[in-house]
């Protein structure tokens, strides 16, 4: 099972506490970690990703063992450790503004 964390807006959204797990077929990748996401939770379709491009909204980042993956390619696998659950995948909103 992978470990998902969502932000709170996303949470609410999807109505679920702020750990979501999901099975993800391997390779683990942000690409397949987000396809289970959004086929699980519908209306968290298209807050993530462009429904059109695929490509992650400018506002999200992606946290993978407290680094910053979001620029990484979306099928890049995974380390071991989120693969087996053991650290969770975070999806962070963003913030902007001066």
Known sequence: MIRVVLPYHLRSLASVRKEVQLEVAQPVT?????????????TLRGTIRDTATGQRRPLVRFFVCGQDW?????????????????????????????
């Not at 987000?34 to 699980?40: I, R, S």
């Not at 099928?75 to 087996?84: I, N, Q, W």
């Not at 975070?90 to 503004?97: P, Q, S, W």
């Open 30 to 42: 942000q690409a397949a970690i987000l396809d289970a996401l959004e086929a699980h939770y519908p």
């Open 70 to 98: 979001s620029h990484e390619p979306a099928d890049a696998p995974l380390p071991a450790v989120v693969a087996s659950g053991v650290e969770p995948f975070m999806i962070v909103g963003a913030m902007a503004g001066g």
